[in-house]
């Protein structure tokens, strides 16, 4: 007789992927996206990015990620779309998005990055104007905004 796998005395069911997977074809895409782009591939602006993450993805995917909330959409692609987008656009030489980023405010965590692109994303994919580096940022971290250098 087979026993259930319980923990703390409720029934455990082991993860099971979501129906969609926005990294599934990732490899393959890989080469479509570093078309894109100007610098090695790399996005310039956050709508750059959002374009080519569009683009690059079948719309049945990506309007499915987008039927969720949007923080229920951003924590299932966190491991998935988000870690390509780390791994790419963020840890291989940042890209010139992301060094504006870093430029504008003192602290900005990689996974806050591929965060942003993420919500970037799901905002244009539910009819929102893609939201600026800048206020996407001074949501996250107010007041924290460096003053321009003077050179």
Known sequence: MRRKITRHGAEFRPWTPPRYSLARDVVKQQSVMMTNGTEDGKPTSLAEAVEILRSTYPQDQL?????????????????????????????????????????????????????????????????????????????????????????
């Not at 692609?77 to 987008?85: P, S």
Request: charged residues 30%; aromatic residues 14%.
């Open 63 to 151: 309007d499915a990620w987008a039927a969720e909330p949007l923080s229920e959409a951003l924590w299932k692609a966190h491991f998935q779309l988000g870690l390509w987008i780390r791994n790419e656009w963020v840890h291989t030489g940042p890209a010139p998005f992301v060094r504006r980023m870093r430029r504008l405010f003192f602290f900005v965590h990689d996974d806050d990055v591929s965060g942003y692109v993420l919500e970037a994303l799901w905002r244009v994919l539910n009819g929102e104007d893609c939201p600026t580096i800048e206020e996407l940022l001074e949501r996250r971290y107010p007041g924290c905004r460096r003053e321009p250098s003077e050179e």
